[in-house]
């Protein structure tokens, strides 16, 4: 292999795993490194957690310093370096060094660009008001923390319910601070569905958290005469006023392309830099990986935007291969994300219902509220389940999990399901570990592939949370199986009651002209019900994911009619 001049722009998650495998292929290369701030190899992902004290020391977060990749890597490591230019006809760079304000040119035989996605700063009125912060860097954070203690900071909002916004509400409500969370949309986390969503606003509100959503901020402004002193108020669209010492703005990011931009680079219809399977863009020396890219969603097979840093590492050794002779395509991505939120973590991968049912694509999905591991051994917990899959073929499209434990070994198989295009009897015969401690004899994946599967063999007709309000108006009968002290603990309105073990004797109580959709706790006595109902000659449909699923969505979801 000859050698080469490799630039890269961005020297982070992407831009330092290309380089480090560019090496490894290349000993005799040169390979320069350009990043606009002070730092390369940071853990971007563990900012929020400096913040609330449980990543005590900032060097923590420095996974390589420059002097680190020179020795191990023999890296030309250049921090305070913004790249301004890239002239992709003559294959030069214009660099800036930020310290010296000195500009300089370097030429190149490949460039890579990870330059990355920055915070999303729409023009609402008074967003640049001091006490305003983005999360993107180290210097960010050591600028929140600054003005947290310069102000003794007692109160926060967070603009924006994605992972960083709830990450962050999270380490400041550890750090004492009272926190509100001001989000447009009527759910936090929006890759989840709103009714997996609604166990993290339960959540937050048990910590005391306020949640405004469905909200959206109408503009910032200083606080009025009459009211506490505060950096600012965020005034939201209904008109309700939130005082804050400390703002944090996590309203999203957007892919970096100006670079791309300005050297004529093909641009995507979401905005990033369109490249090939081989991560190579419009021009065959430029090659453009992590959060400034569209990828092809492994699922719906559309060009999106997925800004993660599993991705952005992947990308960065595949492109280095690529231009070191190891051919490689990267294979899209699945947005396989997890969010841990106080005692709760919450996962997805895949599609969502509301993506597919945006592109019109068939699905049909299940619940499922299995436990952690073995019921009898002590400390499971139940864990919210939904998969999505095909309701032709039974392949699985995509899948979310909450809960106290168990959410990310489940939503990793289901993960990795995904991947390879397995169908949901794939799923119940997948062999997973068990133990008492650790699961049950059937891991809740098996489980979720055997509800699934029930409805796909037909054994049963399922009814959705959100439909239950307009088949009840249409005359269908709601059958609650539970037992007496679970019905005392909470029914759904309307709903008559006969406990599983008694159905089989009071089936003359039911109506043989109306539907019947059963319940009960998490849908699994109720689909015996159903069975038996069916195999009676009754018109019959099980509630997925039954009372819990339903309750969740009532208290806390879009059953609670908008009165978030
Ligand atoms: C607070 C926070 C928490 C996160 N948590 C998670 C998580 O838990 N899990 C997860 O999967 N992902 C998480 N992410 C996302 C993840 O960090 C990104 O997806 C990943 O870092 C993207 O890698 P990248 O190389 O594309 O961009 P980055 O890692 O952002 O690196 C881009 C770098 O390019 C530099 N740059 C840009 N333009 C220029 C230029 N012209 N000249 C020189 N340098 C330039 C920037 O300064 C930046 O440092 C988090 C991100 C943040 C901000």
Redesign the pocket.
Known sequence: MDAKRLLI?????????AAARARRLSETSEIIV????P??S???????YYVGGEIEEEKKLIVQTPDGLRSRFNLDIRVN????AVDAHMKRIE?RDLQTGKNYSESYDDLI???????LMPPIPGIDRPGHFT???IP??EAIMDWVKLKQARSAVIVGGG??GL??AEQLHHRGLAVAIAEALPQVMAPLDPEMAAWLHAELRSRKISLHLGDAVARFEAPGDHEPAAASVVVLKSGARLAADLVILGLG?KP?T??ARGAGLAIGERGGIRVNDRLQTSDPHIWA?????EVRDVVTGGRTL????????R??RIAAGNIFGRAGKYPGTLGT???RLFDLSAACTGASEKTLSKLGVPFQAVHLHPASHAGYYPGAHPVALKIIFSPESGKLLGAQAVGHEGVDKRIDVLATALKVGMTVDDLVNLELEYAPPSNSARDPVNQAGMVAQNVLRKDVDIVQWHEVDALCAEQALLLDVRDDAEREAGAIPGSLHIPLPQLRQRLHELPKDREIITHCQTGQRSYIACRILTQHGFKARNLTGSYRTWKIARDHGPLSGGHL
């Open positions: 722009v961005g020297g982070v998650a992407g831009g330092a795993s350009f990043e606009r701030g730092h390369v940071f853990a971007n992902c563990g900012l929020p370096s913004e790249v301004t660099v660009l990870s330059t990355g996605a920055a915070p999360v993107r860097n960010d954070v992972y960083i990450e962050m990011v970096e100006g670079l990986v992590g959060d400034a890219i997925i800004p993660l840093a599993g991705p952005a590492n990308q960065g994300a997890i969010l």
